[in-house]
């Protein structure tokens, strides 16, 4: 027989999990017991968000899905944050929770509450699980759940006496159902377009879906571009792409959402759309949006239709259009030389350095200094705060990059106002020996809001939105990491160095001119 916390532990290592970012609690430490003989490390948070960021940050970059765990209670609560991130991104996060014990049902148990009332509209499945012979199986259909159609966070509910019971029925198998598709129809309509351009959803960007869009491009002759910020066409990252969009004659849609980032279809009132999207929500949402300009909405996975239309040559199209699209996506903003440290000067120096970095990864995290980051340095692999608009999770990203990829150079860019968020994590970094640099751009404030205020009321009538010359560096260091205070752009290039060989989680705490984001034209 076997205890019901081994049976969840066998189905995770079944799936290839290997590791789950987690914070302890009474009723999950049997997992914690558990995970040794299934062989599945265990990161140990100091909150529990960050173990769902830090899942949803793995999941980016291994390609595989990501495990948290948490306890019961506030434990759940704090996590549920981070769900509406990973739902936002397209990211396969499986959040386990301890629970109160079936047995004590609405006899008002230590923690006792409805979990899966407060994940679903978060989630694509939430379930609670009340016989410990049904544990592997709904371990297996959770994962191929996260993974299959459109990715996304599911949350399974664990409650305390399940675990301890035992079974003879251990992990279950995932099956793995791929419907056709009718990429020859969805070719035959893009052929037919002199103007056509590809919006990707998040889940195949360069990272995720490495040379994916390069080959689609060839093959379609439709200019590619991924789409992964709240700003949409305004994102700086893409540079003056809006002052062309309007142009395309049709659009199709892989994975991405046809939602505000698009101007809900008024983005390009006069082309047809295309939507190619496994949720129902999301097919239904384009309809209302573009009504009888959407001419084609395919129920099917976005990654298998993509790979499909990867393939072949591409048909006559308008001359110099994906140049043209091309051109203006890698506009940026020029800035003068100016004493203090502008942030598009910062994000130059920051680039030389990763270009040389062994095995780069960047992480961009924050409101005005992230657009200047996310427009103005690259990588081959990236992940950003996404589209939901959240911010604060950077920190997390950057640990679990560094887990997915022991290898991996980590450079992570954010604001003092995000850095504060998880702040302690570099502690959690450092007791898991997960070595990253954080470059926090200090202006001293919260300055998207700040920008708002000026804007729209006035100077005078800014208030509330400062914050201190903390001094971020020095807090690292005393918590055994590497730590340089950057006043001067000169300086940055070797602070980044020394941190990069320290081999330690790093922060870099740089004093910058704080300006409102990029607008390119």
Known sequence: MTRGADVVMQALAAQGVTDIFALSGNQIMPLFDASLDAGIRLFHTRHEAAAVYMAEGYAQLSGNLGVALVTAGAGLGNAIGPLLTARASDTPVLLLSGDSPVARDEQGAFQEMDQVALTKSLSKWSVRVTRVDDLGAVIAKAARVALQGRPGPVHVSLPADVLLAKTDVVAGQSADPSDPT???RLRDWMDAAKRPIIVLGPALNDTR?????????????????AMESPRGLNDPSLGAVSSVFAEADRILLLGKP???TLKFGDA?????WAVVNADPEERARAQLNCAERLTLSLDADPLDVARGLAIGGPPAREPDWTARVKEVCARRVATADQKAIHPNALCAAVQTVIADAPSPVLVCDGGEFGQWAQAGVTAPRRI???????IGGGLCYAMAARAADPTATVIALMGDG????????????????????AIIGNDQRWNAEHQIQLRD??????????????RYDEAVRA????????????DLPDALHRAIASGKPACLNVMIDGQPAPVVT
Do not use: K, Q
Request: proline share 5%.
């Open 268 to 272: 390009a009132p006069r082309a047809g």
């Open 182 to 184: 009718n990429v020859a």
């Open 209 to 225: 879906a490495p040379g994916l869009a390069a080959r689609l491009e060839t093959a379609t002759g439709a200019p590619v571009i």
């Open 258 to 260: 046809l939602d505000f």
């Open 457 to 470: 009321f006035g100077n005078d009538r800014l208030h509330g939105c400062a914050l201190s010359g903390a």
């Open 479 to 490: 918590l055994g990491g590497f730590g340089a205070l950057v006043t001067t752009l000169d």
């Open 384 to 390: 950003i705060n996404g589209v939901s608009g959240a």
């Open 418 to 437: 995000t850095a504060g968020f998880h702040f302690a994590e570099f502690e959690t970094a450092i007791r898991e020996d997960l070595p990253f640099v």
